[in-house]
């Protein structure tokens, strides 16, 4: 149902991202909801819940954000975070 458009070169190839099991698991835990809500806000652009619930994806246009956000993003909402990007061969953390 909920939709986020991507960034940068993804958008190329995919213009937007959605997840058909994040308004059941926001149902079922209301608290999944208020989490995202406050990730975005942390985050200052839209979330969408990665796989069946166990973290969400943050798109964003220039990699080189990734530090201060990771900071900001774990800092406020005291959880774990870890940026990545994508490269020609598998995935860059940014730490």
């Known amino acids: 149902e909920r939709v986020i458009p991507t960034k940068g070169r993804l958008a ?8 058909d099991l ?26 969408l819940m990665a796989g069946s619930g166990s973290a969400y994806v943050v798109p964003v246009a220039d990699a080189r954000r990734l530090p201060a956000l990771v900071d900001v993003v774990s800092r406020r909402l005291r959880v774990p975070v870890v940026g ?4 020609s061969r ?3 953390l940014s730490s």
Do not use: D, K, Y
Request: charged letters at 25%.
């Open 22 to 47: 994040e308004p059941a698991a926001e149902a079922v835990e209301p608290r999944m909801r208020e989490f995202r809500i406050a990730l975005e806000a942390a985050a200052g652009g839209p979330a």
């Open 84 to 87: 990545t990007t994508s490269v």
């Open 12 to 19: 190329e190839i995919v213009p937007e991202l959605g997840n």
């Open 90 to 92: 598998g995935v860059r």
